[in-house]
C-alpha cells in the first residue's frame, strides 16, 4: 500500500464590495500571517487590477517588476520556469503574483484564462 500523502491545497478567497473597503489589506495581512506562522507555502494571487496596494504593502518596487498582465499571452505554455519568472519570493514562504497596473492587460479573465492559471499554480505550489 502507498503511503504517500495527497497534497490538498487551501484557496481563501478575499473579495470586497467596492474599492477602500480594505480587502487588499486584509487578504495582504493574513498571507504574510500565514507565511510566517505556518510551515505552508502561500501564494497570494492579487486580482486588483490596475491597483498597487500589494506593491506597497510588500514594499515591491513598480519598475521591472513582472506581473500576470505579462502571460496573458502565453498563458497556455505555463509551467514552473515561466512561473518562477513570475512570482516575488520572499524570505518566509510567502509567493507574490502582482496584478498588471495597465488596465488593458486584463486578458487573463477571458477565455478560461485564470482558470488555467490557477490550475498551473496549483500544480507548481
Keep these: ?5 495527497v497534497r490538498e491545497p487551501k484557496i481563501i478567497f478575499f473579495s470586497g464590495a467596492k474599492g477602500g473597503c480594505g480587502c487588499s489589506f486584509i487578504a495582504d495581512s493574513i498571507a504574510a500571517y500565514f507565511s510566517m506562522k505556518t510551515n505552508k507555502n502561500v501564494v497570494l494571487l492579487d486580482l486588483s487590477l490596475g491597483k498597487k ?22 498563458v497556455d505554455e505555463l509551467d514552473n ?6 512570482v516575488i519570493n520572499f524570505e518566509s514562504s510567502l509567493n507574490l ?18 482558470g488555467k492559471l490557477l490550475d498551473s499554480l496549483r500544480e507548481n505550489f
Excluded: A, H, Q, Y
Aim: glycine letters at 6%; aromatic letters at 6%.
Design 81 to 86: 520556469k515561466l512561473l518562477r519568472r513570475l
Design 1 to 5: 500500500m502507498n503511503d504517500l500523502k
Design 53 to 74: 496596494d500589494s506593491r506597497l504593502v510588500f514594499g515591491v518596487p513598480n519598475e521591472n517588476c513582472r506581473d500576470w498582465g505579462d502571460i496573458e499571452d502565453i
Design 97 to 114: 503574483i502582482l496584478p498588471s497596473l495597465r488596465v488593458e492587460k486584463n486578458k487573463i479573465f477571458t477565455s478560461g484564462n485564470l
